[in-house]
C-alpha cells in the first residue's frame, strides 16, 4: 500500500492519529538468543545488559503496512479501501469476472475488492488471504454474510504458503502487496502453482518511481513493472500484457498474465 508519509500514534483519547514526531523503541537483549525465540514482554522491567534500539516513525509504519496490528489495522483498513479504489478498479476490470469463477486474492486488507468479486460469482468461490490475523478478523466481520453463505472463505498465510491444492483457482490477483512479500520468486512460483493451466493472473501496484520518494519506502522493497514482469516471465506465467495508469496519488501498473 501507498500512503502520504507519516507516523502513527495513538492519542490520550483512544484514536489512532498521525504525527511525524514519535519513535518508537523496541528493547533486544544483548546476550545471544536462539533463532526464532520470542522477544522479551516488553512490560517486564529492563534488566542490566538490555539496550533500547530505537524505531522511527517511518519504520513502525512500513512495518505496519506490512502486517497491521489490530488497533493500527482499523484505522488503515478503511485507508486502503479507499486509496486503493484505482488499483481495485484496474484489477477488477482485468479479471473479467464470470459467475462461476473460482478466484484468490493475495493480500486481501479491508476486504474491498473481494465484496466486489463476490458480487459477480455468485456461482463460485472467493478466497481472501493476508498475513495479517487483524486484518481477517476486520474481513470476517464486515462480510458475515457471504462467509455464512459459503460464497467467501478467509486465511491467514505468507504468499509463499497458500492452503490450498493444485489448480485449485481459475483466477488470482494482488494489489499493492509485493512490496511486502519475503521472497517475490516464492510467491510468484505459489501463485502459478494454484493457478490453473488456462487461468488469468493479475497484479497491480504502485510504481518505484511513485514510492521511492517517501520516507517508508526505504523500509519495503520496491518495483518497476518490468522488474515483475521478468520475475513472473521466469516463473513461468505466459502472456503478459502491462497497463500503465494514474490517479492523483500515484503512478501504477496492472500485469494480466496467464
Known sequence: MELHNSGLQLSSAGRVRLDLQPRFVMRLQLKPQPLGRAHRNRSEPVQPGTKAIPMSSSQFLAR??????????????????????????????????????????????????????????????????????????????????????????????????????????????TVNSVFYWPNVFDALAEFRRLLEVSGTFVMCFTCRSSLQRK?????????????????????????????LLLDRHRQFVCITAS
Open 64 to 173: 505496519q503496512l506490512g502486517n497491521p496490528s489490530k488497533v493500527v489495522g482499523r484505522f488503515l483498513a478503511p485507508m486502503w479501501n479507499k486509496r486503493n479504489q484505482a488499483l481495485h478498479d484496474a484489477t477488477f476490470a482485468s479479471l473479467a469476472l464470470d459467475i462461476n469463477d473460482r478466484v484468490l486474492e493475495v493480500g486481501s486488507g479491508g476486504g474491498s475488492l473481494l465484496g466486489r468479486i463476490a458480487s459477480v460469482t455468485t456461482e463460485g468461490v472467493v478466497v481472501g488471504v493476508d498475513i495479517s490475523p487483524a486484518m481477517i478478523s476486520y474481513c470476517t466481520r464486515r462480510h458475515r454474510p457471504l462467509i455464512d453463505s459459503g460464497r467467501l472463505a478467509l486465511a491467514c498465510a505468507s504468499a509463499d504458503a497458500i492452503p490450498y491444492p493444485d489448480c485449485h483457482f481459475n483466477k488470482i490477483c
Open 215 to 243: 520516507r517508508f519506502a526505504e523500509h519495503i522493497r520496491l518495483y518497476e513493472p518490468q522488474d515483475i514482469a521478468d520475475m513472473m516471465t521466469s516463473s513461468g506465467f505466459q502472456n503478459l500484457h502491462q497497463q
